[in-house]
């Protein structure tokens, strides 16, 4: 089971990366996949739910694939109930490894479109540091226009450099993700 998963991750990581310009339908195509996921995530579970990644951010260019971020209070009975839901309304489920989270595993879910593009990401997270940045990420680059430039640039440069290593282009955009970061948490304590 587990080198089954590793061979699906591998496959999943080669998939091409596609950069297109910023869609203001995004936005609402968020909140239509929440809603959906409000219905099928028992509430005791849900702690937060959120639109983070580029999508989330107006006016930049970005891989056309909404994530959504869902805090959760139980990651077993994520597993054990929801699974099945989430793949009964047509999710992919992967047990994917974190980066930075306390947890070592989250559970993440891919959906297509009939073509078979990935559409939407969502990831259940235990509540921790590494899901508040995200937020903290993305809230930064709504407020701070140039520097959303800077990882449109950046993300368009990456996809060309690494348009079927997803796993590259991940990395190579964390100096710059750490940097939005540190900014971020000094103009805070400045105010």
Request: charged content about 30%; proline content about 5%; some cysteine.
């Given at each position: ?132 940045d995200r937020i903290i990420f993305r809230d930064h680059l709504r407020n701070d226009p140039e520097s ?44």
């Amino acid at each position: 089971m587990e080198k089954r998963m590793e061979q699906r991750i591998k496959a999943l990581s080669k998939e091409e990366i596609a950069i297109v310009p910023h869609d203001p339908q995004w936005a609402a195509q968020a909140l239509e996949l929440e809603k959906g996921l409000k219905r099928i995530i028992p509430r005791m579970l849900m702690l937060r739910i959120c639109h983070i990644g580029s999508t989330a951010i107006p006016g930049i260019s970005a891989k056309p694939i909404i994530d959504i971020q869902v805090e959760v209070s139980d990651m077993e009975a994520i597993r054990t109930q929801v699974v099945p839901l989430m793949e009964g309304a047509g999710y992919e489920f992967i047990w994917r490894p974190t980066m930075g989270d306390d947890e070592p595993f989250y559970a993440w879910f891919i959906l297509r479109n009939e073509a078979g593009q990935r559409v939407a990401h969502v990831h259940m997270v235990r509540p921790g540091q590494a899901s508040v940045d995200r937020i903290i990420f993305r809230d930064h680059l709504r407020n701070d226009p140039e520097s959303a430039k800077r990882y449109e640039v950046l993300k368009l440069e990456l996809a060309t450099r690494f348009r079927r290593n997803r796993i590259a282009y991940t990395e190579q955009k964390t100096d710059f993700i750490n940097e939005i970061l540190a900014k971020a948490r000094r103009e805070k304590m400045k105010r």
